[in-house]
């Protein structure tokens, strides 16, 4: 015998039902420090600091970056210069 029930409820009914808390302040708060949070960060997006922060690596740290992707190309293309 195979039996399927449907209830009609919303997710707060569902939870109470189920004996779950109510964390819907605790969600309130976890957004308000993630909207602050983009507030502060968001001028790092600009392209001028991104480019900072991108060249504050220095030149070996680039060139370690270049041979990285230059042995990734590599290896993706069959492995001509594949390291041994």
Known sequence: MKMTIEIDCTPVEARSFMGLPD???LNDKLVEEMQKR???NINMLSPDELMKNWT???VGA???FRKLMSTAVDMGM???NRPK
């Open 38 to 40: 983009m507030e502060t």
């Open 56 to 58: 504050a690596f220095g």
């Open 62 to 64: 680039q060139e370690q």
């Open 78 to 80: 069959g492995g001509a």
């Open 23 to 25: 964390v819907t302040a």
